[in-house]
Nanobody, 119 residues
Framework: VQLVESGGDLVQPGESLRLSCAAS????????MGWYRQAPGRERELVAR???????NYAESMKGRFTISGDNALNTVYLQMNSLKPEDTAVYYC??????????????WGQGTQVTVSS
């Protein structure tokens, strides 16, 4: 199983970015897909999560600025980030709770994509 993130970039405050995460491999089904972030010297934190029913939840500080979405099977999920602030600077990681083809449920992480918000 692989999770591959893309879309990280250097942007100015107030600008937008869209991150993508594509899941591939021996996947039977995906229960949740989520985005987490980790800034230097800080713990990894939840940004947003979506389940296969389409229900979403967000960290309080991201509500109204970030939107998570995905295709029906959650093979690809997106994080639309608007009104970016310098404090959003972090490595953003994709996470999936999924069932593999041999019916094992496990959590997987992508390699991360850097988002830098700076003027």
């Amino acid at each position: 199983v692989q999770l591959v993130e893309s879309g990280g970039d250097l942007v100015q405050p107030g600008e937008s970015l869209r991150l993508s995460c594509a899941a591939s491999g021996n996947i039977f089904g995906i229960n949740f897909m989520g985005w987490y972030r980790q800034a230097p010297g800080r713990e990894r934190e939840l940004v947003a999560r979506i389940n296969r029913g389409g229900s979403t939840n967000y960290a309080e500080s991201m509500k109204g600025r970030f939107t998570i979405s995905g295709d029906n099977a959650l093979n690809t999920v997106y994080l639309q980030m608007n009104s970016l602030k310098p404090e959003d600077t972090a490595v953003y990681y994709c996470n999936a709770l999924l069932v593999t083809s041999d019916l094992v449920t496990s959590s997987y992480w992508g390699q991360g994509t850097q988002v830098t918000v700076s003027s």
